[in-house]
Structures are given as C-alpha cells and as structure tokens.
C-alpha cells in the first residue's frame, strides 16, 4: 500500500512539474508574441490612419481652391 501511495506522490510532482513547465514555456511565448503583434497592428492602423487624413486633406484643399480663391480672383483689390 506504501508503494503506490510513494508511486502517486511521484506522479503528482511530476505532472505538477510538467504543467509549471508548459504554462511557463506558454507565458513566455505570449510575453514575445504579444508586442510583436501590438506593433505590427498599431504600424497598420497609423498608416491607414495617415492615408485617410491625406486624402481629407486633399478633398478640403479642392474644396477651398474651388470656392474661395475663385472668389478671391473675382474681387477688386483696390483699397
């Protein structure tokens, strides 16, 4: 009876030391991951981001060339 309480003793530690094992090899895995992933995405998003502003840029700018300096040409400067 003594012998498979010691067998079970020596399972339990073992499987104990293989799960430490593996949720350590997976949070190290995850502590890599993690901020590679976080910065491809923000690189993403700060491009698409960019590429948005720019063409709001260019429709704002038709936009005043269209308007307002045709208005502007058409005005009298003269004081």
């Known amino acids: 009876m003594s012998d498979k309480s010691v067998f079970l003793k020596i399972l339990k530690n073992k499987t104990i030391m293989i799960i430490i ?9 995850l502590s890599i991951a993690i901020p590679q992933l976080t ?10 981001n ?8 260019k ?12 208005d502007v040409k058409k005005y009298d400067h003269t004081i």
């Open 21 to 29: 094992l593996i949720t350590v090899i997976m949070l190290a895995s």
């Open 50 to 57: 960019s590429l948005t502003m720019v063409d709001q840029i």
């Open 39 to 48: 910065q491809k995405n923000l690189i993403d998003l700060v491009t698409k």
């Open 59 to 70: 429709l704002t700018r038709g936009y005043y060339v269209k308007e307002v300096v045709g």
